[in-house]
DNA sequence: CAAATAAGTGTTTTTATAACACTTATAAAT
DNA sequence: ATTTATAAGTGTTATAAAAACACTTATTTG
């Protein structure tokens, strides 16, 4: 191939993607078991390289979508590692983007054929390269975001409940929410629908289920938890 | 070399800069002329390549000194931008960094070697490649970043005026703010330390000199504009 | 029908932000 | 010397947002 800046280096690029999703009331990441060389048998995050004419957007979607099936997933991109030492095999540069699924969504076969587990991330193993310190910074990009903009639905089915919510909303800020003022907010902001069925196995009473409405939202776009 | 990862494709990886100063109550930025190909006679970024065995944020150092004569610069990662295309000639993709600069610390004859320029931010000439982007995305990141850590500094000389540093975030903000709620929330924060010396260049009256107290600041780690 | 349990609901207090106008120190002009 | 012009400096009130706080209700189970 043609390269018009023919005195540079080229250096392998990768992409590691960080997949939220929620469980036990608890956030939870989706490692790999690598039964590849190298660090075989060790965790990592799902990760994979970029070819070379291929969008780094597009490489994200393409890694998450072999790693688990799924497309359309609202993905972002986190920030790039670049330590020259980060993999002691070869020089790689890797991008980190980090997604919200729903974990039913997430095929049960694929994690059999990648030896894939969820970890909570208050209970993570030992991981390979920088990981660790990826899935740290993704989390924390994480817990700015879900403030401002509506992507905790993600990791909820259709329809859920308020205290369902709530939980999720403790478990990625790591801290417990005042259950009137957060409904209150909730209410204000007008983008929740509220169905007349009822979760009943959560309680006796009963929690009524919820739907977010995304043309609501998007009438005035104003989202602050 | 040996290659772990055999099979993968390479990329050539780039570091470009936008760096940031302040003058005549502006923002800008400094941009270099071409003289070379390809792009030659436009206006971009000032950007280099990352060397196989340089650390990321190295190359950043790097490029930004080589390009600025500045070391010890206060420099973040923004993002990576990594369309297929976003270089015609050959597959690039780049990471950027912003830096804050004292204008007056920038090497006059650097400005003649590289036909340098600093442009408003609100006047931007035409530029290669996604640069305008690249810019506009550094500066949306500024103006979030400049509100809860004390970077402005970087961008006064050692002893400031208050209305100085007020022009300086409406400067960045791109919105008037008002001088007595400006002044008490820097006053319940308490890291300036003013002085008995007063600049009289710019008002009959005079206004008096402050410095930035880091360790007043380290204290606290309290900041919020 | 009593007991247990999580869901649901408003008000008050506190804190942060926003709005607002006059006095003062000094240099320049007379 | 006195006046004039100019930007610097200074507090209070009003409004909005966030935090603190406790009881009632619907339903299942024993």
């Known amino acids: 191939m043609d390269r018009a800046y023919k005195e540079v280096q080229q250096i392998t690029l990768a992409v590691d993607c960080i997949i939220f999703g929620f469980n036990n009331n608890q956030l939870e990441v989706l490692l790999i078991h690598r039964g590849f060389e190298p660090e075989k048998e060790r965790w990592s995050l799902m990760g994979g390289f970029?070819?070379?004419r291929e969008d780094l957007d597009a490489a994200a979607h393409r890694i998450l979508?072999?790693?688990s099936g799924l497309e359309d997933v609202y993905m972002e991109q986190v920030r790039t590692f670049g330590k020259a030492d980060r993999?002691?095999?070869e020089r790689v540069v890797s991008t980190t983007y980090s997604a919200l699924i729903l974990k039913e969504q997430y095929k049960a076969e694929l994690i059999a054929q990648y030896r894939a587990r969820w970890f909570s991330i208050d209970d993570l193993p030992n991981l390979i390269f920088d990981h660790k310190q990826m899935i740290v910074s993704a989390l924390n990009r994480l817990r700015r975001r879900v403030r401002t903009v509506p992507i905790v639905f993600n990791l909820l089915p259709k329809k859920f409940t308020l205290p369902q919510l709530q939980l999720l909303y403790e478990g990625i800020l790591?801290?417990?929410l005042d259950k009137r003022n957060f409904r209150k907010k909730l209410n204000t902001m007008d983008f929740?629908?509220?169905l007349d069925e009822k979760?009943?196995?959560?309680?006796?009473k009963g929690a009524y289920y919820y739907q977010f409405?995304?043309?609501k939202y998007n009438?005035?776009?104003n989202f602050n938890i």
Chains 1, 2 share one sequence.
Not at 199 to 204: H, N
């Open 87 to 89: 993999d002691p095999y």
């Open 174 to 176: 790591g801290e417990e």
């Open 213 to 215: 409405d995304e043309n």
């Open 65 to 67: 979508h072999d790693l």
């Open 199 to 204: 979760d009943m196995s959560g309680s006796r």
């Open 219 to 221: 009438r005035t776009m």
């Open 50 to 52: 970029v070819g070379n």
């Open 192 to 194: 929740l629908v509220k």
